[in-house]
């Protein structure tokens, strides 16, 4: 049976947007999950407290590439789609 294909949207902290766009690549090689950097949740200047990502891939590898250990990500803005 092939893996469930989700779409995880969450929201990380504005500061961290640089470092995941430069990990981009290792993030995908490693969990093989796809990651987008979606851009600022609000419009605050000079820069907004979160930004939406999107994770793509096999539930249990996006799962994965959350990293528990990062407390900064918000459960609370968290939309799972399951892709047929």
């Known amino acids: 049976m092939a893996a469930r294909v ?4 969450f929201t990380a902290p ?16 490693l969990f093989g999950v796809g990651l987008a950097v979606l851009g600022a949740l609000g419009a605050e200047e000079p820069l907004p407290a979160r930004i939406w990502l999107q994770l793509r891939g ?9 990293v528990p250990e990062m407390p900064e990500i918000s459960p609370q803005a968290v ?3 399951y892709i047929p």
């Open 6 to 9: 989700v779409l995880d949207e």
């Open 14 to 29: 504005a500061e961290k947007a640089a470092l995941l766009e430069r990990s981009r690549g290792r993030i995908e090689a």
């Open 58 to 66: 096999a539930q249990e590898a996006v799962h994965s590439a959350k």
């Open 79 to 81: 939309t799972v789609r």
